[in-house]
């Protein structure tokens, strides 16, 4: 039989922003996903399912924004929020912030209630003030490889 505890530990989810995270916002499309690498590195070893909540989503399937990451990444990305306009049943405590609304409402629909979760994005506006479950990132630089040892601590601690 297997152990729930070690299961429920296991459950870990990280909702991926891309512009402003995995590349710096408004650069040349050269640039795009320059940061990737550190994702990579920050993800290393560990048990994370990825869930795209970037507005790329919008306009691409997922087989093809899969195509556009690294294998190690793709490998990881199990599905996209929906819209937060297509969204039904909104809690008041969420309805001005789009974006964590968008993830809590894919964790309702596709995961147990204690997954534990993690927001990498550059916009905190989109999330409740003070949100626990979000990594901010600066939108001038996207992710560095400084954040990788403060993003692996962050997964490490993820409150539900």
């Known amino acids: 039989m297997r152990d729930v ?10 909702f991926l922003d891309f512009d402003g995270v995995l590349h710096r916002e408004f650069c040349h499309e050269s640039r795009h996903f320059e940061c990737e690498p550190y994702l ?4 290393d070893g560990m048990n994370i399912e990825i869930v795209l909540s970037s507005t790329w989503r919008i306009n691409r399937s997922l087989n093809e924004i899969k195509a556009l990451l690294s294998e190690a990444i793709a490998a ?15 809690s008041s405590r969420l309805a001005l912030y789009e974006r964590e609304a968008e993830c ?7 995961r147990p209630a ?4 993690l927001a990498l994005d ?3 506006w989109l999330f409740r003030p003070f949100c626990p479950n979000l990594f901010l990132v600066d939108n ?4 560095q490889e400084h954040s990788c040892a403060l993003l692996r601590a962050r ?4 409150p539900r």
């Open 122 to 124: 550059d916009r905190p």
């Open 140 to 143: 001038k630089q996207g992710l």
């Open 104 to 110: 809590v409402a894919w964790l309702t629909a596709n």
């Open 5 to 14: 505890r070690c299961s429920r530990r296991k459950m870990q989810v990280l």
């Open 114 to 117: 204690w997954t534990r979760w």
């Open 76 to 90: 990881r990305v199990v599905g996209v929020t929906p819209q937060y306009s297509q969204l039904s049943d909104i």
């Open 40 to 43: 990579t590195t920050a993800l």
């Open 155 to 158: 997964l490490n601690e993820l």
